[in-house]
T-cell receptor
């Protein structure tokens, strides 16, 4: 049973460019959350997708957008990249938190470097 | 908004010894969950232990146990019989329902 997978592993972009990161959830999971982890910091919640809709959003600008597909996989898009967007981007999958918390399983992350 | 504070950027322990990592949090909620995650150099975030706020009994997972003090909003992790493989960054995290709020982490160094 494959866990959460993310692609690519590493990515280098220049300021002003756009980037798309991808995540495939653990088998049986229907909810995907994205986190940004800057160097030396803890992960920060970006947004969460369930039933192909953004359900919750953290304190991130509109340059950060996402999408969830019918197979529950998800993409994170960042437009007009800034140097400060350099970070490890983590994807976590879970079952929908309808009545209680369900454990989130994390992928290995995508390391984004903006030059 | 909920906040999680880890005041120890780095801790050191010798193999077979015991170490305690500290965490405090702030919330106005009465029902929530607390977690300790381990992140080794491979970057994979691994759940170590979980505590439901409504449970008074402290959670235990093999060599890992917590000291949960709800009134003090304190949630410390005790690692007994430390092993070289325990060396990693440890994050304390809070969840009210579905998303996680993390602290800045504590780097645990384990020496032979």
């Amino acid at each position: 049973d494959a866990g959460v997978t993310q692609s690519p592993t590493h990515l280098i972009k220049t300021r002003g460019q756009q980037v798309t990161l991808r995540c495939s959830p653990k088998s049986g999971h229907d909810t995907v959350s994205w986190y940004q982890q800057a160097l030396g910091q803890g992960p920060q919640f970006i947004f969460q997708y369930y039933e192909e809709e953004e359900r919750q959003r953290g304190n991130f600008p509109d340059r950060f957008s996402g999408h969830q597909f019918p197979n529950y996989s998800s993409e994170l898009n960042v437009n007009a990249l800034l140097l400060g967007d350099s970070a490890l981007y983590l994807c976590a999958s879970s079952l929908a938190p309808l009545t209680s918390y369900n454990e989130q399983f994390f992928g290995p992350g995508t390391r984004l470097t903006v030059l | 908004a909920q906040t999680v504070t880890q005041s120890q950027p780095e801790m050191s322990v010798q193999e077979a010894e015991t170490v305690t990592l500290s965490c405090t949090y702030d919330t106005s909620e009465s029902d929530y969950y607390l977690f300790w995650y381990k992140q080794p150099p491979s970057r994979q975030m691994i759940l170590v232990i979980r505590q439901e706020a409504y449970k008074q009994q402290n959670a235990t997972e093999n060599r890992f146990s917590v000291n949960f003090q709800k009134a003090a909003k304190s949630f410390s992790l005790k690692i007994s019989d430390s092993q070289l493989g325990d060396a990693a960054m440890y994050f304390c995290a809070y969840s009210g329902y579905s998303t996680l709020t993390f602290g800045k982490g504590t780097m645990l160094l384990v020496s032979p």
